[in-house]
């Protein structure tokens, strides 16, 4: 079986996050930038699936600016086998990612993708989705636990009040939580090794994708700065002002 | 020029410092209150850093090390710098200067060393001969195929840790460019050998849980084969392999100096007096400014320095000046971030008083700041004479 695992390069986690002045976005430059941590999860399982025998090939890919190749070095020192790297410098969304994945599926013939559940950036929480989608595939998300046996996939979803257990057809699309696993670091012996594992270049023209975006940001502002608490008088007043000033009751 | 760090150093840069953070900051004050890096902490340690291919990672490939070109090595040790001292050293690399060990030396020191069976020390200094090396008291007198050592070593680090010693004793005197000078031999000795005993050092400002000791020869007999390179030839030995521990000492302070930098820069914003962050007052920004470029100076001699021992080109005045550098740029920069703290910088819940008192030994060991500034002036006048 073959994995393919879309990783993608964000503000790394630990970077307080600044917006430009002129609310166009966030800042990027002289910013440290990380595999989407999420994605890193998902190199993890498919990197363990291969070591349990369970899968043949892991490939990572990649679409963003050069340094995205960075990204996949990421996932190559941690165990993955080769890279794929679609180079596109301006913004690209979900449906844009998703519709290359699909190229890159239909070129690859992987029987599982893993995605993260969601890019630490923008939040979206929608490629896996869309990905199946488009390729009329199974998919089950926000995985806390993946089983592969009998041909199928056993996926242990996170879902609000509990766990949900759900079998999957092969091929399918399994986006992983935060839960599934804890990844490893790179050893300096596959840090090495990564150095001589190819990546494939390739633009988004290569798969006839056009990923100008179809949306456009009116607006990046930063949350307002937390306000001191007020003491309230009586039960009354509290009750009043969760009502007409909190606006929760 | 280009100065950017390659793709496996920026994933070795990455690696080491998640290490750093996750297994070696936990047990920081553990090591500092107590003086000792507890047994099962040392244990997970060094098997996590074998795991990762951090342990003897200087050693060629072949070998079994991981094969870390100088400058790599250096990136590792800045990262790894930033932690105590003792937790560092817990992530062990055997002295370079095993790799002229031949023969049977090599199954029996060398190779186990990498294979993280043993830990060697290395005994130079004496109570008289600190600076001035070739002054040592300590010698070996050929008797038939053995040598006899007497003498006693002093401040030997990690003697505690090591399961052998790498001793430099002298065996004669020669006539030198400026005078007869001693003619030294570097012996491997097993602990436990007859005649040689290990007593405890002194109690230090600097780098607790990592301590120093007293060796003592008297009337031990080894055998010539326990001879490391050629006899009469031990300083030799020492010159083609030591120069590349000032980079290492260099290197460590630099991480260091990342951190205390760090923690100043963080205060400044996060603390405020008179209504504002101390950021916003010069007295206290013109400091960061000053500290970030004593640490960009260090950092660009430090890298050129082992830049240029990859290349086969570096000087030992290369060497001193890393060294020479990075540790009066630490101990600037680890003095103004407690400046920049006022009290707390001197209080244990934070790592500056550490880094302040361990900052203090680094312009002493592998050679002061006069023997280096001895190195490079040297480098500079004997050419023309001087």
Redesign the interface.
């Known amino acids: 079986m073959k994995v393919l695992v879309p990783v993608k390069r964000v503000v790394d986690y630990n970077v307080k996050i600044r917006v430009k002045a002129d609310g166009s976005g966030v800042e990027t430059a002289n910013v440290k930038m990380?595999m989407n941590p999420f994605d890193e999860i998902a190199v993890e399982q498919a990197v363990r699936l291969k070591e349990a025998g369970a899968a043949e090939e892991v490939v990572a890919v990649s679409i963003g600016p050069q340094q995205a190749q960075?990204t996949i070095?990421?996932a190559l020192?941690m165990g993955a086998d080769r890279g794929i790297h679609i180079k596109h410098d301006g913004e690209v969304e979900p449906l844009a990612v998703a519709k290359l994945l699909k190229a890159v599926v239909e070129k690859e013939g992987p029987e599982l993708v893993l995605t993260g559940k969601q890019a630490i950036d923008d939040d979206c929480n929608q490629t896996g989705q869309m990905l199946a989608a488009l390729l009329g595939w199974a998919q089950g998300t926000f995985a806390s636990k993946l089983e592969i046996a009998d041909g199928g996939a056993k996926v242990t979803r996170e879902v609000d009040g509990g766990l949900e257990t759900i079998q999957l057809k092969l091929p399918a699309i399994v986006s992983v939580d935060l839960r599934l696993n804890e990844p490893r670091?790179?050893?300096?012996?596959?840090?090495?090794k990564?150095?001589k594992k190819p990546i494939d270049a390739h633009e988004p023209a290569d798969f006839g994708v056009d990923p100008t975006p179809r949306l456009k940001t009116v607006k990046v502002s930063e949350p307002p700065p937390r306000q001191g608490g007020i003491k309230v008088e009586s039960v009354d007043e509290l009750v009043e002002k969760l009502k007409t000033e909190a606006k929760v009751i | 020029m280009d100065f950017s760090p390659s793709e496996e150093q920026r994933l070795l840069i990455e690696m080491a410092r998640r290490f750093v953070e996750e297994e070696l900051y936990p047990h920081e004050r553990t090591v500092e209150e107590t003086d000792e890096v507890p047994v099962e902490v040392a244990e997970r340690i060094k098997q996590k850093s074998r795991e990762l291919g951090l342990y003897a990672a200087a050693m060629p490939e072949e070998l079994g090390g991981g094969g870390l070109d100088t400058l790599s090595m250096t990136m590792l040790d800045r990262e790894l710098g930033r932690a105590s001292y003792a937790l560092h050293y817990t992530v062990y690399r055997p002295s370079n200067i095993l790799q002229a060990c031949v023969g049977e030396q090599r199954e029996k020191y060398l190779l186990p060393c990498i294979r993280g069976e043993k830990v060697d020390c290395l005994a130079m200094t004496e109570p008289g001969a600190g600076s001035d090396v070739r002054g040592m008291n300590c010698r070996a007198v050929r008797d038939g195929d053995d040598f006899v050592i007497n003498g006693t070593k002093h401040f030997i680090s990690h003697a505690d840790w090591a399961d052998f010693v790498i001793l430099m004793a002298a065996t004669g005197e020669e006539d030198g460019p400026r005078g007869p000078r001693k003619k030294i031999t570097t012996f491997l000795i097993d602990k436990g050998w007859p005649g040689f005993t290990i007593r405890p050092g002194y109690k230090n400002v600097s780098m607790r849980g990592y301590h120093n000791f007293i060796l003592e020869f008297d009337d031990c007999r080894v055998p010539a084969s326990q001879v490391l390179g050629e006899v009469d030839k031990g300083f030799d030995v020492a010159n083609d392999w030591l120069g590349a521990t000032r980079l290492q000492v260099a290197g460590t302070c630099l991480g260091r100096c990342d951190r205390a930098l760090e923690l100043a820069t963080q205060w400044a914003v996060d603390r405020k007096q008179f209504g504002q962050p101390i950021g916003k007052f010069q007295g206290v920004s013109f400091k960061l400014a000053d500290m970030a470029l004593r640490l960009r100076q260090a950092e660009l001699v430090t890298y050129e320095a082992a830049w240029k021992h990859d290349q086969g080109t570096m000087t030992d005045s290369d060497a001193a000046m890393a060294k020479l550098a990075a540790t009066e740029a630490l101990a600037f920069i680890a003095d103004e971030a407690i400046q920049i703290h006022g009290g707390m910088g001197l209080m244990n819940e934070l790592p500056l008083e550490m880094i302040w008192r361990d900052a203090r030994l680094e312009r002493i060991w592998e050679g002061t700041s006069e023997i280096q500034r001895h190195i490079i002036s040297r480098g500079l006048l004997r050419p023309l004479g001087g």
Request: charged share 20%; net charge positive; hydrophobic share 40%.
């Open positions: 990380s960075e070095r990421t020192a670091y790179a050893s300096l012996p596959n840090i090495m990564a150095k």
